[in-house]
């Protein structure tokens, strides 16, 4: 079956992280995305501490440009709010960064208080931009982090506990208010709780304009992991952590009932030996984040069918919303007379394990290890060049262009 170029619209690609990098670049981790269908991705860049947005705009073309298998777009990340920041933010959009990351985490690093995010929030309306949020209560997860690492450090089983559902509940009902105060859109990145989107349902249902993304380790995985097989449970580490089984269950009915609007991966890899091991004495020293960008179509096309998901829903998720919502459509997210010619042949039918041992991503471990999808994604067309045949990327020559995004208000 062939359908139009997946779009990944979250990953973390060569970001620094303390004194590590994610172990997939731009080369590695979009050769990867192909391999798995994906034809345009948008990775989150970050400004130097102090810097201002054309740093961090700056930086990522450096990492990018020329290193693409596939089209690539950027968010970039504002966790800082003063006099000069509007001047950047229209010189973003001006450029195709039309949508901006911040985060009510990482206090004392990236994140930003409700003060200076209102103001933000209320700045990126002004330009037509869209703004997407990380959302966990961080003083109170940071709280909780301390209590925890002091009792248990190297227990695993603490890092849920520490950011548990409450905490994603509390910021995402606090940015919901904010956004309906500015009557401005916002997009939830990672929604992992059945609380986060029962808010979530609710404030559409009011007309609040707010976009919904999951990502497949919240439908698929659960916090069983980190009581699992000692320190393997590291590889499960990411923020928000893994949920419980009535989690999965309410993402699937958010699908399901429309509420989540897109799938995206949050890829961050980092390798099991020499950086998530790290943290072997405390967990909170290990690296967040799990890979996941060449294994989202394959798996979704697997789980909608298992689930009762249609094809057309399916890639509505996958494709088609991310290209609208980040003002790609219609030149992405669907196969038409005069879009880019971004297409996947796709062979169903075709069982296979997804391991490490097979993988394109460069990383020691896959945390779907195991887990059998029935879909083989076969031949990948990128505004019309064949960039991988047979289920093998091309390596001649690299086509991934920058995307110029267009502002996408409701
Ligand atoms: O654990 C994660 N998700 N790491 C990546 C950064 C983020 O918060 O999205
Ligand atoms: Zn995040
Ligand atoms: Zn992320």
């Known amino acids: 079956m062939a359908l139009p170029g997946a779009i990944d619209a979250h990953t973390h690609f060569d970001m620094p992280c303390g004194d590590m990098t994610t172990s997939d670049d731009f080369y590695y981790g979009t050769r990867a995305a192909v391999a798995g269908g994906t034809t345009s991705i948008i990775d989150f860049s970050e400004p130097e501490h102090g810097t201002s947005l054309w740093n961090g705009l700056e930086r990522w073309h450096e990492k990018a440009d020329g290193k693409s298998f596939c089209d690539y777009g950027f ?20 450029n195709g960064v039309t949508s901006f990351k911040a985060y009510m985490a990482y206090i ?23 703004l997407l949020i990380h959302c966990e209560n961080g003083e109170i997860l940071d709280e909780r982090r301390a209590e925890l690492g002091e009792t248990g450090p190297s227990d695993i089983s603490n890092h849920p506990l520490s950011r548990p559902n409450e905490v994603e509940h509390d910021a995402v009902s606090r940015l919901i208010d904010m956004a309906r105060l500015l009557d401005t859109q916002v997009y939830i990145v990672h929604t992992s709780t059945e609380e986060a989107l029962a808010e979530i349902e609710k404030a559409k249902a ?14 698929l995985l659960t916090d069983d992991r980190y009581r699992e097989g000692g320190f393997e449970a590291a590889k499960y580490v990411c923020s928000p952590p893994l ?13 399901k009932e429309g509420a989540v609007d897109t799938v995206s991966t949050d890829h961050c890899s980092f390798n099991f030996k020499g950086q998530k091991d790290l943290g072997k004495e405390d967990f909170r020293q290990i690296p967040n984040g799990m890979p996941g960008v060449e294994n989202r179509v394959e798996l979704m096309l697997t789980y909608s069918d298992r689930q009762g998901i249609s094809l057309n829903h399916t890639v509505k998720l996958l494709s088609e919303n991310p290209a609208k919502i980040f003002g790609l459509y219609p030149k992405k997210g669907v196969i038409a007379p005069g879009s880019d010619a971004d297409i996947v042949l796709i062979k169903p039918q075709s069982p296979h394990e997804l391991s ?12 779907y ?19 991988v045949s047979s289920g093998v990327p091309e390596e001649r020559e690299l ?6 995004r267009n502002t996408s208000v409701k």
């Open 399 to 404: 086509f991934g262009q920058f995307l110029i």
């Open 356 to 367: 490490s041992k097979t993988q394109y991503q460069r990383v020691d471990y896959n945390p």
């Open 75 to 94: 968010h970039m990340t504002v966790s800082r709010y003063d006099e000069k920041l509007e001047e950047e933010i229209k010189g973003m959009v001006r």
């Open 243 to 255: 949920r419980k089984k009535k989690d999965n269950e309410a993402l699937l009915r958010g699908i």
């Open 206 to 219: 009011e007309g609040v304009k707010v976009y919904c993304e999951t990502c497949p380790h919240y439908l």
């Open 108 to 130: 004392g690093d990236l994140g930003v208080t409700d003060g200076d995010l209102y103001r933000i929030l209320k700045l990126i309306k002004k330009y037509n931009g869209l």
């Open 369 to 387: 290890e195991g887990t059998v999808v029935d879909y083989k994604v076969q031949h990948v067309f990128l505004r019309g060049h064949q960039i």
